[in-house]
């Protein structure tokens, strides 16, 4: 199993990214793939999940709603979080996930692989 996320980078407050996830090695239909963030000195938080194909959903974290986009390609097997109007809170190492159950919550301990992170950094 193996997701690859990148897209990251260093951008002005109001800037837009788009990250990408890019997946392998296990059925992509059926796991559920989340976008966490992870900040000096904070806690890993769930950004944006969509789940699996069968369950048809997606959340969005209360601070990024109306500015992040999560979304999947099933044929390149890559998900998507589209970031804009980015603010200086928003900076923080982006790692993608998979979860096997499919549900797509925004729990980390919920996920079983893990992409290497990216780095998001918005400053002005």
């Known amino acids: 199993v193996q997701l690859q996320a990148s897209g990251g980078g260093v951008v002005h407050p109001g800037g837009s990214l788009r990250l990408s996830c890019i997946t392998s090695?296990?059925?992509?239909?059926?796991?559920?793939i989340g976008w966490f963030r992870q900040a000096p000195g904070k806690e890993r938080e769930g950004v944006s999940c969509?789940?699996?194909?069968?369950?048809?959903?997606?959340y969005t974290a209360d601070s990024v709603k109306g500015r992040f986009t999560i979304s999947r390609d099933y044929a390149k097997r890559t998900v998507y979080l589209q970031m804009n109007n980015l603010k200086t809170e928003d900076t923080a190492v982006y790692y993608c996930?998979?979860?096997?159950?499919?549900?797509?919550?925004?729990?980390?301990?919920?996920?079983?692989?893990w992409g290497q992170g990216t780095q998001v950094t918005v400053s002005s």
């Open positions: 996930a998979a979860d096997r159950v499919g549900a797509g919550t925004p729990k980390p301990y919920d996920y079983d692989h």
């Open positions: 090695g296990f059925d992509f239909d059926y796991y559920a």
């Open positions: 969509i789940s699996s194909r069968m369950d048809n959903n997606s």
